[in-house]
């Protein structure tokens, strides 16, 4: 029996991220809900943050509760589920994002880790090796094997590192990305690499974007790199993914956290990845396009094409992938969209089928009215005129994940989890021993 897996979760808090920076690179449509956002994106930041800290003072609790109330009636009551999420610690995200799919016998979460720090200029966040220190010992070991994470590679911390520079925050850089790579996936438990493009980075062919990256704030820009650099230590990074046989999951929706307002245009296009999986050198790596690129309504058949690239792709490159996270078939207008688009897209690319990962992009769904739903939808969509069939079912929940994570028998990640389980005396969970043919 396959597992049931969730390729795509986060378990940030208010304190990871840099909230504040965060929430202004989003866009509006116009000029008076930018200024409104201006005014009230810092009071969501500084309620959330107080209430991290334990904020006791009665008044200053009131003060914040007015405020908050005034932001969800102006961006909608789902922020507030959000909002009270982000308030918590780590730990209680996790037993949230577990109980809330309970009905749904979800046997693995993969949380995806970003490193924003060097991208916005509100970086009071919790330092990046403090949060995967907390990930291995209040998540990962005490979950044992429920939860295993995808670890951030930020191309310019590590250019800092290699360069000896200074963090943001004025401290030597001396844990650069690779290392803290290596770590996590050779001693922590992680199972793969995260990567942002929004950020201000495109896959390959860097020199491309120069200007554009001038665009970013970047603390006063002395972490404005050469392209070719950002393509060097992007290409050791693909070189060490394909030679541990390491998944690579990077976000490929438009908007989001964008270092600036449509900066998902000018970096993270699904079709800039053709650069990279053209390469003889990189042909090899295992990667997923997250989001399957579909964060507008018109998706297939619209001007924006990046759903219609992944499929192209996919039939191109046998190990690539593309997980459905964060899609608004929950939302009713659009449901009927879906059944049409993907009748078509499997009709056009039938690969897509044996491709397609599961993923609910928790906890960032709670933004959208309905989001306990997504499981159930989804498969509503997919099973649509017997358009996938059941064996296909499961793979999209699970089997098509055990490849691009190499969790089957013989593939590297599992031999590193499975040394990881003994080294710190975990029973293996069903799911890893129901797949273990080998033993």
């Known amino acids: 029996m396959q597992p049931v897996i969730d390729i795509h979760t986060h378990l940030f808090n208010g304190r990871d991220i840099p909230l504040k920076g965060y929430l202004q690179s989003r866009k509006y449509d116009n000029s008076f809900q930018e200024w409104a956002g201006k005014v009230l994106i810092p009071t969501i930041a500084k309620c959330i943050r107080n209430e991290l800290d334990g904020v006791t003072n009665i008044i200053r609790k009131i003060q914040c509760c007015l405020s908050m109330k005034a932001v969800y009636a102006f961006m909608g009551r789902e922020y507030k589920f959000w909002a009270e999420t982000l308030a918590k610690n780590v730990p209680d995200i996790a037993d949230e994002m577990t109980e809330t799919y309970l009905p749904d016998h979800i046997d693995l979460f993969i949380p995806l880790m970003i490193d924003y720090e060097y991208w916005f200029w509100s970086t009071q966040d919790n330092l990046l090796k403090d949060q995967i220190n907390t990930m291995v010992q209040q998540i990962i070991l005490p979950m044992g094997g429920r939860i295993h994470p995808f670890v951030p590679f930020d191309p310019c911390r590590e250019l800092a590192c290699q360069k000896g520079m200074n963090d943001p925050d004025g401290n030597p850089e001396t844990a650069g990305s690779m290392k803290l790579v290596r770590d996590a996936i050779e001693n922590k438990g992680f199972l793969g690499v995260k990567l942002y493009n929004a950020l201000g980075y495109k896959p390959w062919n860097n020199r491309s974007v120069e200007e554009n990256r001038k665009r970013i704030a970047l603390h006063g820009r002395e972490y404005v790199f050469p392209g070719d650099e950002y393509d060097r230590v992007l290409g050791d990074l693909y070189d060490y993914c394909i030679e541990q046989d390491i998944p690579v999951t990077t976000h490929c929706g438009m908007y989001g956290i964008e270092s600036y307002p449509d900066a998902s245009f000018d970096f993270g296009k699904a079709a ?168």
């Not at 997923?288 to 001007?303: K, S, V």
């Not at 005129?385 to 098509?400: D, P, Q, Y």
């Open 272 to 439: 800039y990845w053709r650069d990279v999986l053209s390469q003889q050198r990189f042909r090899n790596l295992r990667l997923n396009l997250a989001h399957f690129g579909w964060y507008t309504p018109e998706g297939y058949t619209g001007d924006i094409t990046w759903v219609r690239d992944i499929c192209e792709m996919l039939d191109e490159f046998e190990n690539l992938y593309t997980d459905v996270s964060g899609h608004h078939v929950v939302i009713k207008k659009y449901f009927p969209g879906f059944i049409t688009d993907y009748q078509r897209i499997c009709h056009d690319f039938p690969v897509v089928k044996n491709r397609l990962l599961y993923g609910t992009d928790w906890h960032v769904c709670k933004r959208t009215a309905n989001y306990r739903h997504f499981n159930e939808v989804y498969l509503k969509v997919l099973g649509k005129n017997n358009l996938f069939s059941e064996a296909e079912l499961a793979g999209f929940l699970g089997g098509n994940a055990l490849k691009f994570l190499g969790l089957l028998p013989g593939n590297q990640n599992r031999k590193r989890l499975k040394a990881f389980y003994t080294h710190h005396q975990i029973e293996p969970p069903d799911w890893f021993r129901e797949t273990d043919h080998s033993s």
